[in-house]
């Protein structure tokens, strides 16, 4: 297959951190320690690394070293490979192209608390109703996701070298410092309520760490298991053509298989840590009830952590969302980036060209988005039993219907079309070794399938493995 000389990162430390930039975000630091508290602690934990180290190493695997091999974005990877297959490349695209909408307006979000703790000291975040009145208000959520917005749009302008990889060189080894101090931190709270109870940090960390099968029958069991997959698939931003992009800017002497193995420990690593820096700060201020709060964790329950910490909670909430804000960021990039190169490539533009027109029609729909908690606001019922309004929706239809549709076909068409040598031998191409190839080709042909099968019959409401 002819390669030829397009944009690439420098070398295996800036493939590394950049992908790693896009693979932690708010999935890591908000997401997992919900899930994680919610699902059993400690068996969350365990289920979900055994998941790492099958399906995300099978399907990272898959879309970086098609990436690396055909040189191409997934729009077009797809078809160089196989013609018929053309048609997964283009469903592909409408993963990040979906994400974008609302990815952005997270982004917004955050950006408005790091702004709420720089300016008033957090104070106006940890007041009762906060987040609902921002997130409703008509303007305001607008402009944050502008800000952000302008921000990722400005770091893929300048390109994959001099942009993404010099961004995520400094931003992701802070972050992993900064949430190392906080995680040690939030270990040595201790907290004495109204009844004269004693909370502390360490009891806190059990609380993450201990496997509970309270209440765990055959149903929960596969209701963690399917949470904890659809968690991975999004933490990892794998089958949504992020990775095949990020692939395709892999030089070949890399040694893929090492750097893979890094990118998934840094950001399960990440996710671990996230949980061990919230799960007993909210339990010693909070207690066990607390961390009821799902989704609103982030934006409701941790403000109120932080006031309650006293003076050093205005630091710590600061330096929290200052956190939350570059990771986002550095995933926002990555669906950005995706969208530009495909676009580059479909239409013979220029990057700089390319990145201002997505970036206004993505502004355009992320501002829609916004709408969906003032003018365009909805409740519907999702298929999983969930209620959901337009960024909701967004969300499940790109994640829990799209991306298990899109791994099921990849893993038909690597493992029974092309077969899986074609990916051990890219793994292998630059003379290192694959050390785990039988299990790669094993999960691809056989495991894999048939769990995505599984998780996307489930997601679309076709057949109810866990009932609801
Ligand atoms: N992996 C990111 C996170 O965990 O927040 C989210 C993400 C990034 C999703 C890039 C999708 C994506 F294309």
Known sequence: MGKKKKSSFSGSIGFVLSAAGSAVGVGNIWRFPYLAAKDGGGLFLIIY????????FTLLTTDVAIGRRTKENAMRAFGVINEKWKFLGYVTFLVPALIMTYYSVIGGWVTRYMVAYMTAGGSEAAKDGF???FITSNVSPIVFMLLFLAVTSFIVYRGVEKGIEQFSRVIMPGLILLIMAIAVFSLTLTCTDASGATRTGMQGLMVYLKPSFEGVTAERFLEILLDAMSQLFFSLSVSMGIMITYGSYVKDEVNLSRSLSQIEMFDTGVAFLAGMMIIPAVFVFSGVEGMASGPSLMFVSLPKVFEAMGGVGTI???IFFIMVAFAALTSCISILETLVANCMELFHQSRQKMCLI???ISAAAAAVICMGYNVFY???????????????LMDYVSNSFLMPFISFLTCIFVGWVVKPKWIIEEMESSGH???RKKLYAFMIRYVTPVMMAVLFLQSAGIWNVVAK
């Not at 909805?378 to 909701?392: H, I, R, S």
């Open 316 to 318: 710590v909430g600061l």
């Open 131 to 133: 987040f609902t009145s």
């Open 378 to 392: 909805f409740e519907m019922k999702l298929p999983n039993g969930a209620t959901a309004q337009l960024l909701d």
């Open 433 to 435: 070794p694959f050390g």
């Open 49 to 56: 690394l055994v998941l790492v180290v099958t399906f995300g």
């Open 358 to 360: 997505i970036s206004v």
